[in-house]
């Protein structure tokens, strides 16, 4: 599976930024995608997911109600895409940012790094 996230910048607190991913390889929309996010000298943190079939979500406490994940069924080169709306931005978002396929076929709901792929990431700043 190949995963490319793009769409990071810098941004003011309180902006908003998004972000997209191309996803390709394997039958990428059996998979749930999510986006993790890492801070400097941290771990990987869980933000958002969503079931590709059906569209179901489920975000981190620390993002919902600001962040909004989607996906856009339409195919570009055999690439699926996969989106996070990011609002009213903090600087604690500050991050890069992963997109993720699961490991496992219709899987929903994994909250941890090892259960998916992912690949380059993309460089949020958020200032105050």
């Known amino acids: 599976v190949q995963l490319q996230a793009s769409g990071g910048g810098l941004v003011q607190a309180g902006g908003s930024l998004r972000l997209s991913c191309a996803a390709s390889?394997?039958?990428?929309?059996?998979?749930?995608i999510a986006w993790f996010r890492q801070a400097p000298g941290k771990e990987h943190e869980f933000v958002a997911v969503?079931?590709?079939?059906?569209?179901?979500?489920?975000?981190?406490?620390s993002v919902k109600g600001r962040f909004i994940i989607s996906r856009d069924n339409a195919r570009d080169n055999d690439r699926n895409f996969v989106y996070l709306q990011m609002n009213s931005l903090k600087p604690e978002d500050t991050a890069v940012y992963h997109c993720?396929?699961?490991?496992?076929?219709?899987?929903?709901?994994?909250?941890?790094?090892?259960?998916?792929?992912y690949g380059q990431g993309t460089l949020v700043t958020v200032s105050s």
């Open positions: 993720a396929a699961d490991r496992i076929m219709g899987r929903f709901g994994a909250s941890r790094i090892d259960d998916y792929d």
């Open positions: 390889g394997r039958r990428i929309n059996r998979y749930s």
């Open positions: 969503i079931r590709w079939i059906g569209g179901n979500t489920w975000y981190a406490d």
